[in-house]
């Protein structure tokens, strides 16, 4: 579906939490949503790399980078991994890297921009801890849907009724 956030913010406005708009889309895949999976890490990567390596079938990775527009928590081997791992997508409070190979890719990316210098790898962050950018808290359990249109969180799986 071309505009699913408009559809479902029309459908269900008692259950979605939108997302501040400051997020551009990078991945070859515009629209995507799935279970959320969180990371809280600053300039250090390792913990991306860990969670794109496990199956990511229905579930989406929200990483707070601290808005980091310093490095980029995200470049193409780590994008390519996630896609042969079925993760739905990726969204950044940070950077990525390698924009146009990941722009080729079957996974949905946003980030608040782009860095060409990658991170340190120091193994420090935390996994699904509930984090909170853009007037949203995100808990891991709970559902995020993308597309161009920007970001929604909801507590429940929301999908349309056919039309």
Known sequence: MEDLLPELCDQFPELVRVVEPMFANFGGRETFGGEIVTI??????SLVREQVAQPGQ??????????SMRRAMLGDMLAEKAEKNGWEGIIIYGCIR????????????????????????????????????????????????ADNNGVLVSSQ??????A
Not at 40 to 45: G, M, Q, S, T, V
Not at 99 to 119: F, R
Not at 134 to 145: A, C, I, K, N, R
């Open 40 to 45: 809280k890490a600053y300039e250090d990567n």
């Open 58 to 67: 229905g579930k989406v990775l929200v990483v707070d980078g601290g808005a």
């Open 98 to 145: 390698d924009v146009n190979a990941i722009g080729q890719l079957d996974l949905g990316v946003q980030a608040l921009g782009t860095h060409p210098m990658k991170t340190d790898k120091r193994g420090l962050g935390d996994l699904n801890v509930p984090v909170t950018f853009g007037g949203v808290t995100f808990v891991p359990g709970e559902y995020v849907y």
């Open 157 to 162: 799986p929301l999908e349309l009724p056919d």
